[in-house]
């Protein structure tokens, strides 16, 4: 009985000894695991850099996170089709797209952002049937009304493209593009009013931004309004000194009010940049 107890208590030291041992290993393993990138991690890095508009580093971070292929895949290449979108790479945006659907086919951020792809490659029918997969799936995405709404206006559809911003708008009053898509739908239409109403708000959100200024010009220009739309156009080239479209636009204001000269001077700086 003796030599039987020894063995017992042997083995019970043997048996925690190797517990001891596996616990040990399990917890170099779990803490290893933490050190380790997650792609929860790059996923934060690259919407810091999308914020700053730093977009080429936010793709870097994106890719990473696209390497660690776990749960966050398909955000990451949704999020990085954005970047691809914002650096005008719009065949590299609909490649990410098309996968991040394939991975998660409810993943609102992927039909947004190919919804833009097809904006801007002319696509708008597919643009369009993009954010309304988009709604099926989240039905107070703003976003998927106002790339819809953009769709609509690229069309020659303003109602259309009025109403989608108008609902955006009941989802997020802050949203300054809604308001600057809307003027233009409403300059479009010859509601002057309604357009520089929606202009003042949106410089209120982002009173850098200069579509506000150069649609609310426009909106001036058509009522008469020289004075002001030649203001609101000095200050968008201000804000932008190297925009084209702001000096030809100018230009069109000066030729309004015959003076040619400056109207040829401004739309020469214009081809120049």
């Known amino acids: 009985m003796a030599f039987n107890r020894t063995m017992v208590k ?3 030291k043997n048996r925690n000894f190797h517990l001891v041992i596996i616990a040990i290993i399990c917890f170099i393993l779990c803490f290893s695991a933490c050190l380790l990138p997650s792609g929860r991690l790059y996923l934060k890095e690259g919407d810091a850099h999308y914020a700053q508009k730093e977009y080429a580093l936010a793709v ?3 890719s990473k996170a696209i390497e660690q292929n776990d749960r966050n895949l398909a955000l990451a290449y949704a999020n990085r ?3 691809y979108n914002q650096l005008g790479e719009y ?3 609909l490649a990410d797209c098309n996968k991040a659907i394939q991975i998660n086919p409810r993943l609102v951020t992927a039909y947004i952002a190919r919804a833009a792809s097809y904006i801007e490659i002319g696509k708008f029918d597919l643009a369009i049937a993009d954010c ?3 709604l099926k799936i989240d039905p107070k995405s703003a976003q998927a009304y106002i790339n819809r709404a953009w769709a609509y206006y690229s069309k020659g559809l303003y109602p259309e493209s009025i109403a989608d911003c108008t609902q955006a708008l ?3 009053p802050k949203l300054a593009f809604a308001y600057i898509n809307r003027a233009k739908a409403y300059n479009e239409t010859g509601k002057y009013d309604l357009a520089i ?3 003042i708000e949106a410089i209120k959100i982002e009173p850098n931004n200069i579509a506000p200024y150069i649609n609310r010009a426009w909106a001036y220009l058509e009522t008469g309004q020289y004075d002001r739309a030649m203001l609101d156009y000095n200050k968008a080239i201000e804000l932008e000194p190297k925009k084209a479209i702001t000096y030809a636009n100018r230009g069109w204001g000066y030729t309004k009010r015959g003076l040619f000269d400056l109207g040829i001077s401004d739309c020469t700086q214009a081809i120049a940049i």
């Open 10 to 12: 042997l083995y019970v």
């Open 60 to 62: 870097e971070d994106y």
């Open 81 to 83: 089709a954005l970047c």
């Open 91 to 93: 065949d590299n945006a």
């Open 132 to 134: 309304n997969e988009a």
């Open 170 to 172: 009941k989802i997020d």
């Open 197 to 199: 109403l929606d202009c």
